[in-house]
């Protein structure tokens, strides 16, 4: 294939699989009066990721790169547009299946990153590369935050099935919330307006 110019250029999928989130559906094993797709989910995470940072750096005197934990946030599911949606009580059933799964994660994020031209895929593994600092966790809280307004969202509409889940997404908010005192802030000061109609919030 060549450009105008008459070059000869490669195609390159990953921007076209990335699009593909819209079409990942969540929640698969629930009945939802609303369904929530994978990009959705997937921007809202990224915004509360900023957040937390944002409440990091500001009330807790930590240096966080708030922007990073966005595009962190934005691709933290990708993987799932290989794998579909695992639901979490099968993630986590054991610690089997959980290892069994993150080594099917690892592989379907290299398969996606193996659709970048080489020159743009360091700055990618960068963004999809696992780790366990300070940042990726506040990212894991922002998807279990995203998580329990799901829940909050299906309880206000009078869909039962999610009380159950929204219990166990607080008691692990409340949990995460012990070591990250930017999740206890958003927890306190952001989550009780969810649910509440859009003249109550004006």
Excluded at 25 to 34: G, T
Excluded at 77 to 94: A, C, L, R, W
Aim: proline content about 3%; glycine content about 4%.
């Amino acid at each position: 294939m060549s450009d105008e110019q008459g070059r000869i250029t490669e195609e390159h999928h990953f921007f076209a699989l990335v699009s593909r989130l819209k079409y990942i559906e969540r929640w698969a094993l629930m009945r939802s009066s609303q369904p929530e797709n994978l990009a959705e989910h997937s921007l809202e995470v990224a915004m509360i990721a900023h957040a937390l940072c944002v409440l990091g750096n500001e009330r807790y005197g930590r240096n966080l790169n708030a922007e990073r934990a966005a595009v962190v946030g934005m691709y933290h599911d990708v993987s799932e547009i290989i794998t579909g949606d695992m639901p979490t009580p099968v993630k986590y059933f054991n610690a089997d299946i959980r290892a069994a799964y993150a080594e099917v994660e690892a592989a379907a994020e290299q398969r996606l990153l193996a659709t970048l031209p080489a020159d743009l895929l360091p700055a990618y593994q960068d963004v999809l590369g696992a780790s366990d600092d300070y940042l990726h966790r506040l990212v894991k809280a922002a998807d279990k935050i995203s998580a329990y307004i799901k829940c909050i969202d299906e309880g206000h509409a009078g869909n039962e099935e999610f009380r159950t889940a929204a219990q166990s997404t607080r008691e692990a908010l409340l949990s995460m919330a012990r070591e990250l005192p930017e999740v206890a802030d958003f927890m306190r000061e952001f989550l009780p307006s969810y649910g509440r109609t859009l003249d109550e919030l004006l």
